[in-house]
């Protein structure tokens, strides 16, 4: 084995790191807002039997998000290490920089979820409705400044902008244009939604899950509701913002741009590509299925529109087959979630004007919504691999290579701790999933909250159960 194989076991080693630790902050960071939704409708709907129903949906996914969050943080954790580890003259070279900001994350998000979450898992009975409302929002505005921090990162890798380079080491100029980088507002917004769509597709899958199986509280159907009505919204948000963002990379990255859409040389009026089998050494794209200037078009708004090639950047371009299959998978799992999603939103409001309850919805719309449980997973897997393969042979855009940055380990040292991730994180993620299965078949159900509101004495005493459990870096 040679230094060249250090370096590819670990870009591997870390894209193991962080598509298992990016699984569970894509679910917290819109999840959270969820729970402020079902306290929110909880508070609205007090006195009434719709408020016991909000209330278990409510206390059902705080255990949701307690696990998730307990694993984002000890992946998030090991994840930190590698940089030291593996990637030192990372953080040599662009410390100045990205040291401040993670710092930020953990200043501002971290502790602002550390302390407002223990009230909202074991505040019930013992804080006020209006204080526990408040520490979920707490909760909720935490996990979204730890994503506005570690994208900005993240983006500034991406499109760099705000410093100086003296004696090889990156020097902050200007930190309103580090944070709000070329690309930062798109990458941001285009995560949020992600996010979004992963919680609700989560929370749809496993309410079906438990209508299925017959173990539905009364909460569920409303947890349904709220899931796919969400989800319908921020499919076409997702796609419109998934438009801006290509642009930008098409101003900002173009051999990514050229990667994606397997444009090999410079032309106008490139035809889209929507599937075959590239091949980088003939520079061709094989078995090739293509839609006439649909690609200039989409790209540049003209027909006839310039697209560069990938002959412009014949040293500093991507492997363009897993950018080109990453992105046609998040798109096509993309438009399966379109699908789902409205089906699932017709049908709730066909039934709403029929006067029949969420609950009677079709079993085969049930199934697919379990079939899509996790989708908003394998759609992020396949966005992020664009995004960070799309940015090789660089870790900081056009300034410092991969090459660069890895520590000089033996091949097999590197090899011997990426498979023992590998079988820790199999092991954590059929165990995380098994978890939430055994949950949605065995919910809890606090007595007051499955009946109308009781004497104050009665649903003091009534109401004991309790949950434990304990988000990320790009």
């Given at each position: ?100 900001l993670l710092g930020y994350e953990v200043l501002t998000a971290f502790f602002l979820?550390?302390?407002f979450l223990g009230i909202m898992l074991f505040g019930r009975n013992r804080v ?347």
């Amino acid at each position: 084995m040679t230094m060249d194989d250090t370096l590819l076991l670990s870009r591997i080693q870390f894209a193991a790191n962080i598509s298992f630790h990016i699984l569970f902050p894509t679910i917290t960071i819109a999840l959270c807002w969820f729970l402020v939704f079902f306290r929110l409708r909880h508070a609205a709907t007090r006195g009434t039997p719709a408020a016991a129903a909000w209330e278990q949906a409510y206390y059902f996914w705080t255990k949701v998000f307690a696990l998730t969050f307990a694993l984002g943080v000890v992946s998030g954790i090991t994840m930190s290490f590698q940089f030291g580890t593996n990637w030192p003259g990372f953080m040599e070279r662009a410390g100045n920089i990205a040291g401040p900001l993670l710092g930020y994350e953990v200043l501002t998000a971290f502790f602002l979820e550390a302390t407002f979450l223990g009230i909202m898992l074991f505040g019930r009975n013992r804080v006020s409705e209006r204080m526990h409302l408040f520490a979920a929002l707490m909760v909720a505005i935490g996990t979204t400044l730890s994503a506005f921090w570690i994208l900005s990162l993240n983006s500034w890798m991406q499109t760099p902008a705000g410093y100086e380079i003296i004696d090889g080491k990156f020097h902050a100029v200007d930190w309103w244009a580090i944070v709000f980088n070329p690309s930062f507002p798109y990458r941001l917004g285009h995560k949020l939604l992600a996010s979004g769509l992963t919680a609700a597709f989560l929370i749809a899958g496993v309410s079906a899950w438990q209508l299925l199986k017959g173990t539905a509280t009364e909460g569920t159907p409303k947890a349904l509701r709220a899931a796919l009505t969400a989800a319908a919204v921020l499919i076409p948000a997702q796609i419109f913002m998934g438009d801006l963002h290509g642009l930008n990379s098409l101003e900002h990255q173009p051999a990514k741009v050229a990667a994606i859409e397997g444009i090999w040389q410079t032309e106008k009026g490139a035809p889209l590509t929507l599937f075959g089998i590239p091949n980088e050494e003939e520079q061709r794209t094989d078995y090739a299925i293509k839609i006439p200037k649909l690609a200039s078009l989409i790209l540049t708004h003209e027909w006839d529109g310039e697209l560069k090639g990938l002959n412009e950047f014949p040293n500093a371009h991507p492997p363009v087959a897993p950018v080109f299959w990453g992105f046609r998978i998040m798109v096509g799992v993309g438009m399966l979630m379109l699908a789902v999603a409205w089906w699932g939103a017709a049908s709730l409001w066909r039934r709403r004007r029929l006067a029949q309850p969420a609950a009677a919805l079709p079993r085969t719309l049930l199934w697919a919504l379990v079939a899509m449980t996790f989708s908003g997973w394998v759609a992020t897997l396949a966005g992020w691999y664009v995004t960070e393969i799309g940015r090789q042979p660089y870790l900081v855009y056009g300034l410092l290579t991969t090459a660069e940055a890895v520590a000089q380990h033996p091949p097999h040292t590197v090899l011997a701790t990426l498979i023992a991730y590998l079988v820790v994180y199999g092991l954590l993620l059929v165990a995380y999933v098994g978890v939430i299965k055994h949950m949605a078949e065995h919910a809890h159900q606090p007595t007051a909250a499955v009946h109308p509101p009781a004497p104050p004495a009665v649903a003091t005493t009534a109401s004991q159960a309790r949950t434990a459990a304990g988000t990320g870096t790009a």
